[in-house]
Every structure is written in structure tokens, then in C-alpha cells.
């Protein structure tokens, strides 16, 4: 049986995207893995950038994560606030 990755959630900052500094291969928009990563299994190794900041030294491969994962991210906030309860007013 495979485990689910937990996430901690990042609050909203200019440099939404986390990168894993050990490695330098895993990318993470707003949120990063706990315990560790899942590649290189570092602990407290991620720090924020901007996806142009990622465009200007990272791989391609590391491009190419920060825009799906930017792109997931979009199609789950639609979702999830369609999900969300709506009070009603008087």
C-alpha cells in the first residue's frame, strides 16, 4: 500500500514556489513536504523563489515541475471553492 505525502501549507508570499536545496530537483507551489523530501529526504532544506527566479537558474526538468505544479494548484482552488459552504444573507 502506498502512503500519501503530508504537506505544510506556505501562506501566500511573492516567492510562492519551494525548492528543495539538497537536491535541487523537487519544486513545491505554497506548500512544502513533511517529513522531508521525497527525493533526496532532506529536512528544512527548501527555500522560496519566484518562477522567474526558477526560469533564470533552474533545470528544465525543475522548470518544467514549478509550472505543473502552478497549474495544479489553479485547478484545485476552482474546486475547492465550489466545494465550499456558502452562507446565506438576509
Given at each position: 500500500m502506498a502512503s500519501m505525502q503530508s504537506f505544510w501549507p506556505v501562506s501566500h508570499r511573492d516567492d510562492d514556489f519551494w525548492v528543495c536545496m539538497s537536491c535541487l530537483t523537487e519544486v513545491f507551489y505554497r506548500k512544502?513536504?513533511?517529513?522531508?523530501?521525497?527525493?533526496?529526504?532532506?529536512v528544512s532544506t527548501y527555500e522560496g523563489f519566484t518562477l522567474e527566479a526558477i526560469r533564470d537558474w533552474g533545470t528544465e526538468e525543475l522548470i518544467a515541475k514549478a509550472v505543473a505544479a502552478q497549474e495544479a494548484a489553479a485547478v484545485a482552488q476552482p474546486a475547492a471553492e465550489a466545494t465550499a459552504p456558502v452562507e446565506a444573507t438576509d
Open positions: 512544502v513536504p513533511m517529513p522531508d523530501c521525497p527525493s533526496c529526504h532532506g
